[in-house]
């Protein structure tokens, strides 16, 4: 992203915005209900798992625009690769840091470890344009076809072991705190990146999205989402630590 961003890309980093402080209320919730303070099942009610989805589906598709803006950028592959270690060492932090939270549930291909595989291969098809919507489709279709390839193939079962199961090819979810497969969120990026694509290609946007500059409220969207690696490194653990503070102090 430029230092000042034209309001087109403001707007994406508004989304991005959007989509750490959803996530900041629903890790909240869930922080609260592992300290007791709520109790429901954020692993099957609906209200939660959809939400989760969506938060997801977000952060994956604004990924996709930003893939859109670097490579019409001409951001180079050294470029690519310095981002691309600061998220993947953020992977690593995530897993040793859940670790010790939930060793029996640590995070080993959570949302941050999924991101860097699919950055890669989100490079890797930035030049297939218009068949970045079937193969995104392709993608999000794959794990409902898993399932009944299990049931017709029971030898397809070491796909649902820790060394495979980061392909979503699963006939049933791993006993993890955090999930985010290849397949189908690949789909999701695909997606984005196309729709990104197909936005650089019409300059006349930029003008029309000044509104999202011109709001006070949209404009701290818009700046958390240019820092939202940072964030989202940091908001779990100040989170985990006031509330275990106050459960010191009760």
């Not at 300290?35 to 990924?63: E, K």
Request: proline share 6%.
């Amino acid at each position: 992203m430029p230092a000042h961003p034209t309001p087109r890309f403001a707007g994406v980093d508004m989304l991005r915005g959007l989509a750490m402080v959803w996530m900041t209320l629903f890790h909240f919730s869930y922080d609260l209900q592992h300290f007791g303070y709520l109790h429901t099942n954020f692993y099957a009610d609906p209200f939660w798992t959809v939400q989760r989805a969506s938060i997801v589906s977000l952060f994956v598709f604004c990924a996709g625009l930003g893939q859109a803006i670097a490579v019409q950028q001409g951001q180079s592959w050294g470029r690519f690769w310095k981002r691309w270690r600061l998220i993947a060492s953020s992977a690593l932090l995530v897993s040793v840091g859940s670790w010790f939270m939930f060793a029996d549930s640590f995070i080993y291909f959570g949302i941050l470890h999924g991101m860097a595989l699919m950055l890669i291969v989100a490079r890797l098809l930035a030049g297939a344009g218009r068949l970045l919507w079937p193969l995104g489709a392709l993608a999000l279709a794959m794990p409902l076809l898993a399932a009944p390839a299990h049931s017709l193939w029971p030898a397809l079962d070491f796909l649902n072991g820790r060394a495979f199961n980061w392909l979503g090819l699963i006939s049933h979810k791993p006993i993890t705190e955090d999930y985010a497969p290849l397949f189908p969120w690949l789909g999701v990026m695909c997606w984005g990146l196309a729709a990104g694509q197909w936005l650089m290609a019409r300059p006349a946007l930029e003008h029309a999205g000044i509104w999202v500059q011109a709001w006070a409220p949209l404009r701290g969207l818009a700046w958390l989402g240019r820092w939202s690696l940072s964030y989202y490194l940091l908001h779990q653990p100040l989170l985990i630590g006031a509330l275990s503070l106050l459960a010191l102090l009760r």
